[in-house]
């Protein structure tokens, strides 16, 4: 439900960056990144650390300049409306910042204020916001109180008080446990599903996997783009099967000339789509090959980064 | 991957709808409503525990106290002393304590993080950095609140005017801001707080003191060298019996007995700094304590009780010796005169040849009345002094200008998107 105001015309490429680059000095923060951000869907970015992702967040919200490249936001170029596209965004910095002696409430109240909305009305917009983020109970205790995972959940709800069209969450599970991560996620989708543009990136992959609609890898400052999302399908139909006799396995899939890769407890094969899976999966035990494990081989987007190889900065 | 396919708003809970008004272009410009948002934010920030507190409460308590002793002690005279101590008092712990606060209050939000989300939300560059300056400044204006009861008290008994006043405690406020916007700018330059508190003091130190250093080694610069010459008796070319009857005529004052011939006189030439102090004495009145002094009321030291004023009190010491160094020396000074002729005094002639009784006499007299004439050009000199009129103008300009200057940088500084980062530093 995004207010009519934010959304004069619906824009459906929310984010748009070619060829940006950006250097600090000497280092090569950001060599050649470009990606697509469609409105309401959810992109990842994904790269090792220092890459540059937190760099790339920073030109698209507008607070540091590329060097060169292009950029549009919500249909507004950060060189000539940067306050028209950093109103649009709503951004969670990687580095955990909070006014330590005011309330939870009282912060996001005076964000709300600072985004010129009316204090009654930015007042009841953080006790929304604390209660979705499960902060409730903290709205009148001091920031300097929270917890980590807490401090990270308050300025989730920090970046969302001006009910931005575009999202940008820079390592948003960092220190959340396992709970808080799943509700994140949900979270996440919700956001999407009103409508906003979520770009987020993260080292979590497993956590991504499930809340992602596209991903962006990015490595030494570079997106990789079709090769990687080519990995990405790629690793989507790889199944692994687990049999009590391999060899057996690994003989009846040679004999009949299926391609896989061969494991110490079985093999390793594509399948298209999940009919296909069904249907491999009862021609093996039709065969007579006893069968323990059948299923995707995991995160898709951990296998593709791991197949990457590229080294850490 | 799961692309979970909601209904845009099927999902989101209701939400009280906010709408921000659209913004274009990139301002900078300082605005009411973010100037007096950021302020809040910052006091807020910055508001004191419970301890802070109590010790703000005992000092409001001994300043109150240390009042009322004042009080009792009432010699009942005027006296604007009490009052120019406060005042300055007030000036010292604004200078002292407001730079620090805001010297630290742009790298230090930046290292902390909460620089940045301010920077993307609506407040522009010049909300940001107009506010930071006000929040830090306040501390100066509630140091003057603080001391208000003895401010009031102090001020019955000075002999000043109350629009005097006003313009004096306007002058120490904008000093304190000046120097507030400068420790701004040095955070906004350097990437640790460390540095620019240092740095902030360090200005506000060259400003105090390093005028009046800069000030003295001028004045040498300046320094004209006078020849003065002496005529005296030549001891050494005297007989015994004439330096005896030399010494009794000494002790005596009757030099009637003395030959002039049998005396010579010899002449003795000396030269002498004379600073010509009027020509460097602006870079004092560029010192923002001068400038605070140079707005207190002049106090004519020979008319004050019929004007109704105190005794010339601090303000117009500094007044004075400002003044001074203004008008530069005093006439006689300038030297290429004989200063002192003992010959003439003891035989009425510059060369002792043909002298007698009367001539002596007649000198005397001649002499006092040259005295009396140079005493009251001395007097004139000195109350020409202490009632030229003041010239707060340069001090003000600096003050201006370092407000002006520094604020435009800190505006600079805080626009983003970022060009240059500030060196060793992120964004976030
Ligand atoms: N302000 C800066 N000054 C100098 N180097 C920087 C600055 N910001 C980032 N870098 C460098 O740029 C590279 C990318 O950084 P960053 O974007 O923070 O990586 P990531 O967020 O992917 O871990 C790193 O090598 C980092 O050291
Ligand atoms: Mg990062």
Redesign the pocket.
């Known amino acids: 439900m995004t207010s009519p105001a934010l959304a004069p015309a619906p824009v459906r490429e929310a984010i748009v960056a070619t060829g940006v680059a950006r250097r ?2 000497s ?1 090569h ?2 060599t050649d990144a470009t990606l697509t951000v469609p409105a309401g869907s959810v992109t990842a970015l994904i ?1 090792p ?8 967040m920073l030109m698209l919200s507008g607070l540091l300049r590329p060097d060169s490249g292009t950029i549009t936001v919500a249909g507004c170029d950060p060189r000539t409306d940067a306050a028209a596209v950093r109103a649009s965004i709503g951004w969670m910095p ?1 580095q955990l910042g909070s006014w330590d002696n005011l309330t939870c409430l009282q912060t996001l109240t005076l964000m709300g204020e600072a985004y010129r909305i009316p204090r009654a009305t930015a007042r009841t917009r953080g006790m929304e916001l604390l209660a979705r983020v499960h902060l409730t109970e903290f709205a009148e205790r001091p920031a300097r109180v929270l917890s980590r995972g807490q401090k990270q959940r308050l300025s989730l709800a920090r970046a969302l008080v001006h009910d931005p069209a575009v999202l940008l969450l ?1 390592e948003p599970a960092n220190g959340l446990d396992p709970r808080s991560r799943i509700e994140l996620r949900e979270l996440v989708r919700e956001f999407a599903a009103e409508g906003r543009a979520v770009l987020v ?1 993260s080292h979590v992959l497993a956590e991504l996997d499930e809340m992602v609609d596209d991903a962006i890898f ?1 490595s030494q ?1 570079r997106t990789l783009g079709d090769d990687a999302a080519a990995m990405v399908a790629d690793a989507k139909t790889r199944y692994r099967i687990g049999a009590t006799n391999p060899a057996q396995l690994q003989a009846l899939l040679t004999q009949y000339q299926v391609a896989f890769e061969p494991e110490a407890g079985g093999a390793i094969v594509r399948v298209e789509s999940q009919d296909h899976a069904a249907q491999s999966l009862s021609w093996i035990v039709e065969h007579g090959v006893a069968i323990h494990q059948f299923g995707p081989v995991g995160s898709a987007l951990e296998q593709t980064y791991m197949a990457m190889n590229e080294e850490r ?1 | 991957m799961s692309t979970v396919t909601t209904e845009p708003g099927a999902v989101a809970p209701a939400h009280a709808p906010v709408s921000p008004p659209p913004r274009r272009g990139n301002p900078w410009a300082p605005t009411w409503h973010g100037v007096g948002l950021m302020a809040r934010i910052e006091l807020r920030r910055r508001r004191p525990t419970v301890k802070g507190y109590v010790f703000y409460g005992l000092t409001f308590a001994v300043t109150i106290g240390i009042c009322i002793l004042a009080a009792v002690m009432d010699t009942s005279e005027l006296t604007s002393v009490p009052l120019e101590l406060a005042l300055i008092l007030v000036m010292g712990v604004g200078a002292l304590i407001a730079p620090s606060l805001s010297a630290t209050s742009v790298n230090g939000d930046s290292t902390e993080g909460v620089l940045a989300p301010l920077q993307m939300s609506h407040l522009t560059a010049g909300d940001i950095a107009v506010g930071k300056l006000l929040a830090s400044w306040c501390v100066a204006v509630i140091a003057l609140l603080a001391l208000s009861p003895f401010l009031v008290y102090a001020f019955l008994k000075s002999g000043w005017h109350l629009d005097e006043l006003l313009v004096t405690i306007a002058a120490v406020l904008l000093v304190v801001l000046a120097l507030t916007a400068v420790g701004l700018a040095w955070s906004s330059l350097a990437a640790r707080a460390v540095a620019s508190v240092a740095l902030a003091h360090l200005t506000t130190g060259v400003l105090l003191i390093g005028t009046l250093v800069l000030y003295g080694v001028a004045s040498i610069a300046v320094t004209d060298t006078v020849t003065y010459t002496d005529r005296y008796i030549d001891w050494e070319q005297l007989s015994e019996e004439e330096a005896q009857a030399l010494d009794a005529a000494y002790v005596s004052g009757d030099y009637s007995s003395l030959d002039p011939a049998d005396y010579t006189c010899t002449e003795h030439e000396y030269t002498s700094g004379v600073a010509h102090t009027e020509r460097v004495a602006w870079i004092l009145l560029l010192n923002p304590a001068v400038m605070v002094a140079e707005t207190a009321p002049v106090v004519d030291p020979e008319t004050y009780i019929r004007d109704g004023r105190a005794a010339p009190g601090l303000f117009s010491g500094i007044h004075t010796a400002v003044s001074g160094a203004r008008v530069g020396p005093f006439e006689d000074d300038l030297g290429n005169v004989t200063q002192w002729d003992e010959c003439a005094e003891i035989f009425g002639t510059g060369d002792g040849a043909g002298a007698g009784e009367e001539a002596d006499a007649q000198t005397a007299e001649e002499l006092e009345a040259e005295w009396a004439l140079e005493e009251q050009d001395w007097q004139e000199y000195e109350r020409a002094v202490a009632t030229t009129a003041p010239a707060p103008w340069p001090g003000v300009a600096v003050c201006v200008v370092l407000l002006f200057g520094s604020m435009a940088l800190v505006i600079q500084r805080l626009r983003v998107p970022y060009k240059k ?1 500030r060196k ?4 976030a």
């Open positions: 600090f000095g280092v923060a950001v790269g650390n220092g890459c540059g992702k937190t760099t790339l990687d820079d990136s990015m400052g900065r | 980062l060793g530093t992120r964004v």
